[in-house]
């Protein structure tokens, strides 16, 4: 069972450290001001997986979106894992191709989505004037984590593209309404 649902007793415990460190203020930021965002940016180790996955759901949602990964080497297509788990939740993952931050052009209106404290830590040390914040934060429950499922169990492989694309369905909703609000003012 843990298998399936956290994709390793390490990702269990990942996600409980995480989530406390979360409670004690690591992390946080002001206020997002979702109207501002135009476009998503998916950040994960690799690109092969987590983020990978995310953009391709943000785009058939019909939202501008790209992904990077912190620790990867360009044109690496995505893990058969994670695109075995897209294509049983309709999404297409065989034109992807890895790419690493130094081909990430920032852009007004983008914010910056991770996956994990530590990459949150790594992107604002990269980036520190990009907008960033956890993906998890709009999973049910929410959460900072979301355990990477490479070489992992194909059931978890399709927990965790369940989990991507329910937050990164949310999160467009909500963007989208923040719009919506800010258009009838």
């Not at 990964?69 to 893990?79: E, I, M, R, V, Y």
């Not at 404290?117 to 990269?126: D, E, I, K």
């Not at 907008?131 to 499922?149: E, F, N, Q």
Request: proline fraction near 4%; aromatic fraction near 8%.
């Amino acid at each position: 069972m843990i298998r399936e649902r956290f994709g390793s007793r390490r990702g269990l415990a990942r996600l409980v450290l995480e989530e406390m460190q979360w409670l004690t203020g690591a992390g946080r930021t002001a206020a997002l001001r979702l109207s501002e965002v135009s476009r998503l940016v998916f950040v994960c180790r690799g690109n092969i997986c987590r983020s990978a996955f995310a953009e391709s759901v943000s785009r058939a949602q019909g939202f501008d979106a790209v992904s990077f990964g912190l620790d990867t080497h360009n044109g690496k297509p995505a893990d058969t894992g994670m695109t075995a788990a897209a294509r049983s939740l309709g999404h297409d993952l065989s034109a992807h191709q890895t790419a690493r931050i130094d081909r990430y052009q920032p852009a007004a209106g983008d914010l910056v989505l991770v996956f994990e404290l530590g990459q949150l830590q790594q992107v604002r040390a990269l980036l520190p004037s990009a907008r960033s914040v956890p993906l998890g934060r709009w999973a049910r429950p929410a959460r900072t984590y979301i355990h990477d499922p490479y070489m992992s169990i194909p059931e978890y492989y399709r927990k965790s593209a369940e989990t991507i694309d329910a937050a990164t369905g949310r999160l467009i909703a909500d963007i989208r309404a923040a719009k919506s609000r800010r258009a009838l003012t």
